[in-house]
C-alpha cells in the first residue's frame, strides 16, 4: 500500500516536535514530512531520537515564501497538512507586529493557496490549522471559551491567528477545502523554549536569576500538556467533523503568581533548598500592553465527539517538565546560550549531505 504523505509545519517547534513524534511512531503507514525554517524556537535536536525513522522526513523551507511553498506541493503529492508554524510569543509581537503578520497570516495563506491543487487532485486532502484561544480577547471572573464564542483579538499576537483563523474558514467556503480548526489553551512541558513562562522560570530558578512577573500575577491561564494536546491533535485530524473547530484546554486554570509559587515550591524541594528560597526570586514588574487577564476552555466538544480529555493533572504534568529539563540541561543551556543555533544548521547539512 502507498504510503500518505502528511505535511506538518513547525515541526521543529515545540509543540510541533510532540505532534511530528507521535505521528511517526503510531502511523508507519504515513511519510512524515517536517517543513520548518528553523527560526529561534526551531531545534532538531527536538526530534534527534526519530530523525532516522524511514516514514519521517525534514524539509527547511520558509512558509512566507510563496514560491517554495508551491514548488514543494508539486513535487509531493500532500494527504493533509497540519500547520503549526507561526510566531507565538506575545511579547515579541508588540516590539515586531511585521514578522507575525508575515508568518501567521502571509504564510497560512500560501499554504492554503498550494492546498487548493492538492484538494483538486485528491479530494479527501485536508487542511488542519492549530490557533489559539487568545484569539477570543479576554474573559472575566467567570465563563469560558466555547467554539461559538466572538473573536475578540487584543494583541498583534492573537491578531494574526485570527486572521490567519479567518482565511482557513474563507477558503472553506470560497473554494470548498476541507478543514478543521483547533483552538487550543497554554502549552508547557518538555522542549519548550524558555522565553515562556514555565521553562524560563526553571532555569531562572536554577540560576538563581529574578523570576519577573507581570503587574500583580493574577492573570489567569489555563494550562495544558504538550503530549496531550499532540493526542487531542491526533484525534482532530483522524476523526474530527470538517469543517469544524474544536476548543482543546486543560481544565486547568492557574493565576501566574499561584503557579510561580507552586514551581518554586516543587524546584526547592528538587534542588534540596530550604522551603521558600526560589519564592524570594520573584520580582513584579510592569504590566505589558494589552495583556488579558483571563483565559479559560471549554473542551467539552472535543471531549464528547472525540472522547479526548487531559491524562496528567497540572502537578503531575509540571513535575515531568522539571524532571525533563533537570535531565536535559545540555538542550537547555544549548538553547539559552544560543549554541543550539550552530548545532542545528550542522545537523541539517548532515541531513542533506
Given amino acids: 500500500m502507498e504510503k500518505k504523505n502528511i505535511l506538518i509545519t513547525g515541526g521543529a517547534g515545540f509543540i510541533g ?33 526519530i530523525e532516522q525513522a524511514p516514514n519521517y522526513s525534514f524539509v527547511k523551507g520558509d ?15 500532500f494527504d493533509g497538512i497540519i500547520h503549526l508554524a507561526a510566531e507565538s510569543h506575545v511579547d515579541r509581537s508588540i516590539s515586531d507586529p ?15 493557496n498550494a492546498s487548493l491543487q492538492s484538494s483538486k487532485a485528491n479530494p479527501a486532502f485536508l487542511f488542519y490549522h492549530i490557533s489559539t484561544d487568545e484569539v477570543f480577547g479576554s474573559l472575566g471572573q467567570e465563563g469560558l471559551f466555547n467554539e461559538s464564542t466572538a473573536y ?10 485570527a486572521s490567519s483563523d479567518h ?9 470548498d477545502l476541507r478543514y478543521v480548526i ?29 523570576l519577573p512577573v507581570y503587574g500583580d500575577g493574577n492573570y489567569t491561564r489555563d494550562w495544558l500538556y504538550v503530549k496531550d494536546h499532540a493526542e487531542a491533535i491526533d484525534l482532530v485530524f483522524h476523526k474530527g467533523r470538517k469543517g469544524e473547530t474544536y476548543n482543546i484546554g486543560g ?55 472525540l472522547g479526548w480529555k487531559p491524562s496528567v493533572t497540572f502537578e503531575e504534568g509540571l513535575e515531568k517538565t522539571i524532571d525533563w529539563y533537570f535531565e536535559n540541561q545540555k538542550w537547555l543551556d544549548q538553547v539559552t546560550s544560543g549554541n543550539y543555533r550552530e548545532y542545528y544548521q550542522k545537523q541539517y547539512q548532515e541531513y542533506n549531505s
Avoid at 508575515?102 to 504564510?107: A, F, Q, S, W
Wanted: net charge positive; proline share 4%; hydrophobic share 35%.
Fill in 98 to 112: 511585521l514578522s507575525f503578520v508575515r508568518t501567521n497570516v502571509l504564510g497560512t495563506v500560501n499554504l492554503l
Fill in 152 to 161: 475578540d483579538p487584543n494583541s498583534p499576537y492573537s491578531a494574526s491567528k
Fill in 251 to 305: 481544565f486547568n486554570e492557574w493565576k501566574n503568581i499561584e503557579l510561580t509559587r507552586l514551581l518554586c515550591q516543587l524546584m526547592d524541594k528538587k534542588l534540596g533548598r530550604k522551603e521558600g528560597t526560589s519564592e524570594k526570586l520573584i520580582t513584579f514588574v510592569k504590566d505589558r500592553p494589552g495583556h488579558d487577564l483571563r483565559y479559560a476552555i471549554d473542551a467539552s466538544k472535543i471531549n464528547k465527539e
Fill in 182 to 210: 483547533s483552538n487550543c489553551s497554554n502549552n508547557y512541558g518538555p522542549n519548550q523554549f524558555p522565553e515562556k513562562l514555565i521553562p524560563l522560570f526553571i532555569n531562572n530558578i536554577i540560576k538563581n536569576k529574578p
Fill in 17 to 49: 516536535s510532540h505532534v511530528v513524534r507521535r505521528f511517526v511512531e503510531l502511523y508507519g503507514e504515513y511519510q512524515i514530512f517536517n517543513l520548518d525554517a528553523l527560526t529561534y524556537a526551531g531545534n532538531l535536536e527536538n526530534l534527534k531520537d
Fill in 167 to 175: 482565511f482557513v474558514r474563507a477558503y472553506g467556503e470560497t473554494y
Fill in 63 to 77: 512558509i512566507t515564501d510563496a514560491g517554495f511553498v508551491n514548488d514543494l506541493f508539486s513535487q509531493i503529492n
